[in-house]
């Protein structure tokens, strides 16, 4: 059984970062998941999937994992570069690309 500790990464859906300040153990899945017979639901037996841990710092969920006896591996984030654009940038003056209204 290994674990994973990530960062999480800023979901495509927000413009915001939140919940991706905090460090991520969760377990890598031991079964296939399957869908279920009678409702086609999607699972699986792994009650170990389930779990998700979040720390405050790489240093404390790294302490857990060798307190726990688990084998684990760190991803480390990769840095992001920051955009600096405004939507007032969609109408200024000497915009590169057609503006068609």
């Known amino acids: 059984m290994t674990a994973r500790i990530y960062k999480p990464t800023k979901t495509a859906m927000q413009s915001g970062e939140a919940?991706?300040?905090?460090w991520v153990?969760?377990?890598e899945p031991?079964?296939?998941?399957?869908?279920?017979?009678?409702?086609?639901?999607?699972?699986?037996s792994d009650t170990q999937a389930q779990v998700r841990?979040?720390?405050e710092s790489k240093?404390?969920?790294?302490?857990?994992?060798?307190?726990m006896g688990l084998a684990y591996t760190v991803i480390e984030p990769k840095p992001r570069k920051p955009?600096?654009?405004?939507?007032?940038?969609?109408?200024?003056?000497?915009?590169?690309g057609s503006w068609t209204h």
Not at 31 to 42: F, H, N, T
Not at 59 to 67: L, N, S
Not at 83 to 96: C, P
């Open 53 to 55: 841990l979040e720390f």
């Open 59 to 67: 240093e404390e969920a790294v302490a857990y994992a060798t307190r």
């Open 19 to 22: 919940r991706t300040k905090e």
């Open 83 to 96: 955009i600096r654009k405004s939507y007032a940038d969609n109408f200024r003056f000497g915009r590169i």
């Open 30 to 44: 031991q079964s296939k998941r399957a869908p279920e017979p009678l409702m086609g639901w999607i699972g699986s």
């Open 25 to 27: 153990l969760d377990f």
